[in-house]
């Protein structure tokens, strides 16, 4: 499915001011008409609360959970418009982003929303090492 056609299905719109560098692996901005679905921050431990060992592996749970949240509103990954990543240590992203690139892609697809990433000193569960939190659009 090309660009265009994935974004007249799932109803969103890319927003990229003309002469903008063009973002890598997320959006500027986003455009979207229908019904919202949000997540709470979600981590990367599994329906036992076991979290997965790692830093990539727990993106990879945490995609994987923020994907059957989303599909328990009617939505899927290609209706998200964004994405807000806490990360407790922003070199274990940075020196992961090729692995972190095949999670993603292998979990949500192709489609990248429009996304912020922040340091935190902790997260409230302290074996987490990130938490996301997702906003979809279904369209109408």
Known sequence: MMKSEAAATSGLQVLQPGGWPQPKGYANGIMADGRLVVTGGVVGWDIAGRFADGFVAQVRQTLENIVAILAEGGARPDHLVRLTWYV????????????????????VGTHYPSMALVQVVRLVEPSARVEIEATAVVPR
């Open 88 to 107: 407790v240590d922003m070199d274990e992203y940075t020196t992961n982003l090729k692995a972190l690139g095949k999670a993603y892609r292998e979990v």
